[in-house]
């Protein structure tokens, strides 16, 4: 049911895909880190900015604020 619980807290997120421009993005999860790593780009971009979100949710970014996964 915990898995359920927290599937359901991500559902709040897609209001904002559907704003977003329509590309493919790619998705690689870590296991043994327990990481979700989402891609808009392929290969995937070197970051200029960071962001630590409070839900320990890491934001990259580029030069002009573009993001980036």
């Known amino acids: 049911m915990v898995v359920v619980e927290e599937s359901l ?4 997120f ?3 895909l559907q704003d977003l421009q329509k590309r493919l993005l ?5 296991a043994e880190a327990d990481v979700l790593y989402i ?6 971009v070197s970051s200029d900015d960071t962001e630590l979100m409070d839900d ?3 934001i990259r970014y580029g030069k002009m604020m573009n993001l980036w996964g």
Do not use: E, G
Not at 26 to 30: K, M, R, T
């Open 26 to 30: 790619y998705l690689f999860y870590d």
């Open 9 to 12: 807290s991500y559902l709040k």
């Open 56 to 58: 320990d949710v890491i």
């Open 14 to 16: 897609v209001p904002l």
């Open 39 to 44: 891609d808009f780009y392929n290969p995937p």
